[in-house]
């Protein structure tokens, strides 16, 4: 098992900016890749950005590229993930999944095996 805490979320004010922490623990070992999801009331939960958690490889949604950016410390365990130039479309539960596969998109939410409780940000105008 892996468990996964989020932190970091918070009220800002459009053109603000956060960073969001994910600490792993357990099993990390397991764990290939990592992500950061987003979810609004009445909608799916969508996906944010992702990282392998050995290699270098990063994805990230059309909607936040070139303004979010999703980092790792693996000595710590940690996931991060910068929000920058934040607009109030971006207000959501943001979550972070482990996903223990080595191959898949990284962008679908059943391929992650392991979520955290979610942390709201919520950006206004």
């Known amino acids: 098992q892996v468990q996964l805490v989020e932190n970091g979320g918070g009220l800002v004010q459009a053109g603000g900016s956060l960073r969001l922490s994910c600490a792993a623990s357990?099993?990390?070992?397991?764990?290939?890749?990592m992500g950061w999801f987003r979810q609004v009331p009445g909608k799916e939960r969508e996906f944010v950005a992702a990282?392998?958690?050995?290699?270098?490889?990063?994805y990230y949604a059309d909607s936040v590229k070139g303004r979010f950016t999703i980092s790792r410390d693996n000595a710590k365990n940690t996931v991060y993930l910068q929000l920058n130039s934040l607009k109030p479309e971006d207000t959501a539960v943001y979550y972070c999944?482990?996903?223990?596969?080595?191959?898949?998109?990284?962008?679908?939410?059943?391929?992650?095996?392991?979520w955290g409780q979610g942390t709201q940000v919520t950006v206004s105008s």
């Open positions: 999944a482990a996903d223990r596969r080595v191959t898949g998109t990284q962008f679908q939410p059943d391929e992650y095996d392991y």
């Open positions: 357990g099993r990390t070992f397991s764990i290939y890749f």
């Open positions: 990282i392998s958690w050995r290699g270098t490889s990063t």
